[in-house]
């Protein structure tokens, strides 16, 4: 991975979504895309070879009103099938399968450093 990240960030909560974003500009990544809610996720995909996204960060719950984790596992599927070359991180306070590796929301100030070693 470049050690400057073009990254898209999945969050529903808009100040994980500022503390996610704070980190990896801190780390020299930077945020060319957010989504807060899994229809936003889904159709800002479309958008990741335009802006030459290389990695997502992905919450488990783009919902307040599910704690599930369907729109992360769904939203991962999405990216794989869509973009493949995209790295994907999980950021969510629940286990996420199928991601390139799960942070999680306790792991966030290694964030900067994860994805710079993707």
């Not at 808009?14 to 945020?31: T, Y």
């Not at 999680?104 to 450093?113: D, S, V």
Request: without cysteine; glycine residues 10%; aromatic residues 4%.
């Amino acid at each position: 991975m470049p050690e400057r990240a073009r990254v898209f960030v999945a969050e529903d909560n808009k100040d994980w979504q500022e503390n996610i974003r704070r980190i990896l500009e801190s780390a020299g990544h930077s945020v060319v895309l957010k989504a807060e809610t899994f229809d936003d996720a889904v159709k800002a995909i479309e958008q990741f070879e335009e802006l030459g996204v290389q990695v997502a960060t992905i919450d488990g719950n783009l919902d307040p009103n599910d704690t599930s984790g369907y729109d992360g596992r769904a939203l991962v599927e999405a990216i794989g099938r869509h973009s493949p070359n995209v790295k994907t991180v999980g950021m969510s306070g629940l286990e996420m399968q199928g991601v390139t590796i799960d942070l999680g929301k306790r792991g966030i100030a290694k964030l900067g450093e994860v994805v710079t070693n993707l």
